[in-house]
């Protein structure tokens, strides 16, 4: 709950009890490894602590974000590989585990939103500017004008 | 009694907004000018009558009037002062009123202001702020009273949350509704505009230092923010793509749009149909944002259910102003006549092209943020959304649009020449390069990526400076000359130019803080050290102390560069007594743009304490960088062009002087 607790507690303060802030992981479960431990992070930082609001295990000092970051780094040590780690914790919490969704029916449109909106905008665009450049294509001139425009010309000329 | 005269302003309030809500607008329809010119007295009005309230809650708050509910629950005698003012809108009911504050606020800011507008536009854009201002009061009245009483009175207050005991709330919330709420004025002059069935350039030029004012609130207000939570929570994240902040950064992107399509309109008199859409849409996603907040229907969906009356009231308000609003607007859109033509390489086709990735940006968070509410409410399912999902979309989307900023200024209005503007970014980009190589050499391993992400915010820099350097005559005149032209550009360049140059900055504390930060978890007992960056701490131990409502633990370091020390920082954990809460100080000590952040964790069996340190380099780049697109806010806002009425006035002057001769 820690995330959404400043801002949240700032502007809106419905919030009556909320873990207090601090550190979430701990020395002891620091892997030796730097290299296993740097994937550890990477994997909790896209898992969420289920009890929390919007909050990664990794940033979590809850029990159950504990236990789950313990259970990254057996995993890991025991040779994992990252996409199976994550694998293991979706089949044991569900995709709700999830910080980033996969793409998915359920999730299609979450998914293509920017991207449709942004080609689409783009389609329109181009569209209103052909249909445009041909209102604004310059007609050439009538013969009347054109006179007219010789007319005006000279009379600059005799001016000068 | 001082707080049941502030519960009568309030409610006299509502009268008042309800009379300015209607009299006007039949005013203007029946070309009654008497009626008309009852908007801004009645704005006037309304705003001392909220005042007043919101002085009367004020000092129940500073006298301690546990008789009051609200301050009983919010407040403590041992508080000091400025947390006790600051706590008046340090809950619900509280900021509430100081929502409506701002919003009665800038009514009246545009009855005094708007000496100049057209009768009707004036009379019909107070009244839609009337109606606002209604809606939310009866809100307030009617399910969250800030002025309830309590019998008998309770002796001591529950105290305000501890968190909320810093000086971020007295400038945090202010900021932001100032932002939030100013941006109602464009939507008020928008409905007005649709329910004339008239606008032009003119109008863009009323409702542009409104924009400009709000988004320079509102970028403040974020950074604040940011930064509260940065050095507050105690492990060093700025932003979290919270559903909190996002719903405060959705109607900032929306705002900096409007800000760019509202140039256009105002310029050019293109885009108005765009402009008028935008301008509802960003105060539509200020009211959504204060629904979410409000209700609490995102933060824990059970919040909702404890209090319905307030999430459905607000969602009430929410349907009737956005539908209402989108409702008029899909009526009278077609009957707004569209102005200039423009080529797509131009000044107005790269605003379009702002507008486009600014909106797909929008509405990317917006869907991010509501997705998990709507997939649960129709299949049932749960998903989080989370940062690493904003990460992965709103990134990408940002990269071409900060690539595109400095061509923007330097294209022509009506068509423009690429190939040109291309030749006079020639240096900028170059310079941009040289520093990406130069990332690569010095921070040996660093990610190809972060120098990319750190030469576009130096392209951004330059891209500005070139802007002002050409506007000033780079290349075609001597250097005094330039000296003298850059001194008369107008303040709007300026403007622009350190808006765009503060994105750059920000972006730059942003990459940087991304790649090269470093995080250390370690346990340290006295005098034990330990190595972060290029510096070394040592731990001088714990000792106690005490504030006017709290217990603390302080952990000092001494920090040393190359054997020599030069700064200690202190980290702390408080316990405040009335709610017996802890909550964690981090120590941050800055050295230069970068800071060390340093927070204490638990003590362990062995006598020992868990220490958290991080390195963040370049990290104040951050907000230095949204500091200065507020100053460029503010300076926009003194271009004399904005000061409507400017020329008008003294043309009347002119000519009133030619009469008396």
């Known amino acids: 709950m820690k995330r959404a607790t400043v801002l949240a507690v700032a502007v809106l303060t419905l919030l009556s009890a909320f873990v207090p802030p601090s550190g979430a992981v701990t020395p002891d479960e620091v892997l030796d490894d730097p290299a296993l431990e740097a994937r550890a992070r990477d994997i909790s930082a896209g898992l969420r602590c289920l009890v929390c609001q919007n909050q990664s295990i990794d940033d979590s000092d809850a029990d159950l974000a504990k236990d789950l970051r313990v259970l990254v780094r057996q995993r890991l040590v025991e040779g994992d590989s990252d996409q199976e780690v994550v694998g293991y914790i979706v089949s044991r919490y569900g995709e709700f585990v999830l910080l980033k969704p996969r793409f998915s029916a359920r999730t299609l449109i979450l998914w293509a939103t920017p991207a449709i909106i942004l080609l689409g905008g783009l389609a329109y665009l181009m569209a209103n500017a052909r249909r445009r450049k041909t209102v604004a ?20 000329d005799r001016d000068s | 009694m001082i707080v049941e ?3 009568y302003a309030l409610v006299m309030a509502l009268a008042v907004a309800l009379i300015q809500s209607v009299l006007p607008v039949i005013g203007s329809i029946r070309q009654d000018a008497g009626l008309m010119a009852l908007a801004p007295a009645a704005a006037v009005t309304s705003f001392f009558l909220v005042l007043l309230a ?17 301050v009983w629950e919010n407040s403590h005698s041992l508080k000091p002062m400025i947390y006790k003012i600051s706590g008046v809108w340090g809950n619900h009911e509280g900021s509430m009123l100081l929502w409506i504050l701002i919003l009665v606020f800038f009514s009246a800011l545009v009855a005094f202001f708007g000496g100049n507008l057209p009768a009707a536009l004036k009379a019909n854009a107070l009244a839609v702020q009337a109606w606002i201002t209604a809606a939310f009061l009866f809100f307030v009245l009617l399910t969250s009273n800030p002025f309830q009483r309590l019998n008998p009175a309770p002796i001591e207050g529950r105290d305000l949350n501890p968190i909320l005991q810093d000086v971020g709330l007295a400038i945090h919330p202010p900021l932001l509704y100032l932002g939030y709420v100013g941006f109602s004025i464009c939507f008020s002059f928008a409905i007005a505009a649709l329910i004339d069935g008239r606008i032009d350039a003119a109008w863009a030029r009323w409702v542009r230092p409104w924009t400009l004012a709000a988004w320079t609130a509102l970028t403040a207000g974020i950074a604040m923010g940011s930064y509260w939570a940065y050095y507050e929570l105690g492990w060093g994240g700025w932003w979290f793509w919270d559903p909190v902040e996002n719903a405060s950064f959705m109607p900032w992107l929306a705002g900096t749009a409007l800000l760019h399509s509202a140039l256009v309109m105002e310029k050019r008199e293109a885009l108005k149909i765009w402009t008028v859409l935008l301008a509802i849409i960003t105060f539509s996603l200020s009211l959504l944002g204060t629904f979410l907040v409000r209700s609490g229907v995102l933060t824990s969906v059970h919040a909702f259910a404890t209090d319905p009356t307030r999430g459905v009231f607000i969602l ?48 990317t968070v917006l869907v991010g943020t509501l997705y998990p509410l709507v997939l649960e409410a129709v299949t049932g399912s749960k998903i989080s959304v989370g940062p690493p999902f904003f990460n992965l979309t709103f990134g990408p989307l940002m990269v071409p649009l900060l690539l595109a900023v400095p061509f923007g200024p330097l294209l022509a209005w009506k068509r423009g020449d690429l190939l040109a503007v291309s030749q006079r970014l020639y240096a900028a980009a170059g310079v941009s390069l040289l520093t990406a190589l130069a990332v690569v050499y010095f921070a040996t391993g660093a990610p190809v990526l972060a120098a990319l992400g750190i030469a576009m915010g130096v392209w951004l820099i330059c891209g500005s400076l070139t802007d002002l350097a050409y506007r000033a005559g780079a290349g075609r005149v001597d250097l005094q000359v330039m000296w003298q032209r850059f001194k008369g550009l107008p303040r709007s360049a300026f403007g622009t130019a350190l808006a765009h140059l503060g994105l750059g900055v920000s972006v730059i504390g942003i990459v940087a803080v991304t790649a090269f930060s470093t995080e250390l978890v370690t346990t340290m007992k006295q005098g034990g050290q330990t190595v972060s960056g290029p510096y070394t701490l040592v731990f001088e131990g714990l000792r106690p102390n005490t504030g006017p409502n709290y217990t603390e633990l302080q952990g000092r370091f001494a920090v040393s560069r190359d054997g020599e020390q030069f ?16 909550t964690t100080e981090a120590g941050i000590l800055t050295i230069g743009p970068s800071q060390l952040y340093v927070s204490l964790g638990d003590e362990t069996p062995d006598g020992g304490t868990v220490v958290r340190v991080w390195w963040k380099p370049w990290v104040t780049f951050i907000w230095i960088g949204t500091i200065i697109m507020s100053v460029g806010g503010i300076v926009s806002l003194f271009d004399r062009r ?13 000519a009133a002087a030619e009469q008396a001769i």
């Open chain 1, 137 to 156: 294509e310059a007609q050439p001139l009538s013969n009347q004008e054109q006179a007219e425009l010789q007319k005006v010309l000279r009379s600059r």
């Open chain 2, 5 to 7: 005269l502030g519960h």
């Open chain 2, 54 to 70: 919101f002085i009367a809650l004020t000092v129940s708050y500073v006298t301690s009037d546990f008789s009051v509910q609200n």
């Open chain 2, 316 to 363: 009430g308000i929410l349907v009737v102003f956005i539908g209402g609003a989108f409702s008029l607007f899909a009526l009278r859109a077609q009957s707004l006549k569209q102005g200039g033509l423009f080529a797509p390489i131009s000044r107005e086709g790269a605003l379009v092209l702002n507008n486009l990735f600014l909106t797909t940006a929008t509405l």
């Open chain 2, 567 to 582: 700064a200690t920082v202190t980290s702390a954990k408080r316990i405040y007594t009335a709610r017996r809460m802890p």
């Open chain 2, 642 to 654: 904005l000061r409507v009425g400017a020329p008008a006035a003294s043309r009347k002057r002119a």
